[in-house]
């Protein structure tokens, strides 16, 4: 259980264009999700914080406008990089919180590589 | 200042040779204190929650404990497939949202 999927795990696009990754949490619904970028032999760095119907929270230094978030329902989660650029090349990780009465976990997706040309 | 710090930054290790990791934490009120292993190219992948000081868990040859400000990721006799980076993580009382992420251990398990 607990599974949380991303689509897609690898994209290359050219300078100029938007891409959009999805992260889905399949067997649980989350009110909460989040989204990290992780550079090479480094820590996760948090982007954002999207809760289900509301605008997201982004972190200091984090551009809302070239990265756009939506949380339409409680399974899915999307982050579109708008006119990316080299330097938004990166490995970017989702995450969705499960919680209950017995669990409080934050699990993450596979992680999708995005490579700007 | 909520902080999180990780030490070694790397390990090596004979396959069969125990060892632990360490997770120190500095925060205002604990909610909870994970551990995550993350493999190259991959995302985390869940390991244990700990809640209260005197907590213990255990996973295959993986053991986690907590105390008031610090956690241990022990590994008994470990093989070269345990080798990844090994992420501790805390959830704070006021913010329960976020994961305050230490920065890792990088652990390599040689045969």
């Known amino acids: 259980g607990a599974v949380v999927s991303q689509h897609p795990s690898r994209v290359i696009c050219k300078s100029g264009t938007s891409v959009k990754i999805e992260c889905r949490s399949l067997?649980?619904?989350?009110?909460?999700m989040f989204w990290y970028r992780q550079f090479p032999k480094q820590s996760l760095m948090l982007m954002a914080t999207?809760?289900?119907?509301?605008?997201?929270?982004?972190e200091q230094g984090v551009e809302k406008d070239k990265f756009l978030i939506n949380h339409a329902s409680l399974t899915l989660s999307t982050l579109t990089v708008t006119s990316a650029h080299p330097e938004d090349s990166s490995f970017y990780i989702c995450?969705?919180?499960?919680?209950?009465?017995?669990?409080?976990?934050?699990?993450f997706g596979p992680g999708t590589r995005l490579t700007v040309l | 200042e909520d902080q999180v710090t990780q030490s070694p930054e790397a390990l090596r290790l004979q396959e069969g040779e125990s060892s632990s990791l360490n997770c120190s934490y500095t925060?205002?009120?604990?909610?909870?204190l994970f551990w995550y292993r993350q493999d190259p190219g991959k995302g985390p992948e869940f390991l244990f929650t700990?809640?209260?000081a005197g907590e213990e868990k255990e996973k295959e040859r993986l053991k986690a404990t907590l105390t008031k400000k610090e956690s241990f990721l022990h590994i008994t006799a470990p093989k070269p497939e345990d080798s990844a980076t090994y992420l501790c993580?805390?959830?704070?009382?006021?913010?329960?949202?976020?994961?305050?992420f230490g920065t890792g251990t990088r652990l390599q398990v040689f045969p």
């Open positions: 067997d649980f619904q989350a009110t909460t």
């Open positions: 925060v205002s009120g604990l909610r909870g």
């Open positions: 993580a805390v959830r704070v009382l006021y913010n329960t949202d976020k994961l305050i």
């Open positions: 700990l809640y209260s």
């Open positions: 995450s969705a919180d499960n919680r209950g009465r017995t669990t409080d976990t934050q699990y």
């Open positions: 999207s809760n289900e119907g509301s605008k997201a929270t982004y």
